[in-house]
Nanobody
């Protein structure tokens, strides 16, 4: 069974940092890409970052240079380090994996950035 749980959201001031975590059971993170999405009211869901099975990462232009995705495959965890946060980063963040023909999502964790 695949289970996905994301956590680590909260409220920070502009310029602050947060680290999100995604714990994933039932998949091999050495070979399975993991994606972070975010969605704010009135906006499309946005792919923020991806980490491949080999550890290679890619990012949306809006977060390049500020966000960093990493993983600890032995602990079945993926992280999203978010720095230099701005109010435009306010959203619900969710991690996502695909295994075989199925797709699995975390429950979402709220990130709020204020002045």
């Amino acid at each position: 069974q695949v289970l996905v749980r994301d956590s680590g959201g909260g409220s920070v001031q502009t310029g602050g940092s947060l680290r999100l975590s995604c714990e994933i059971s039932g998949v091999n993170l050495k070979i399975t890409p993991v994606r972070w999405y975010r969605q704010a009211p009135g906006l499309q869901r946005e792919l923020v970052a991806t980490i491949g099975g080999d550890g290679g990462a890619s990012y949306a232009d809006s977060v390049k240079g500020r966000f960093s995705v990493s993983k600890d495959w032995a602990r079945n965890r993926v992280f999203l380090q978010m720095n230099s946060l701005t109010p435009e980063d306010t959203a619900v963040y969710s991690c996502n994996v695909r295994r075989q023909l199925s797709e699995f999502w975390g429950q979402g964790t709220q990130v709020t950035v204020s002045s």
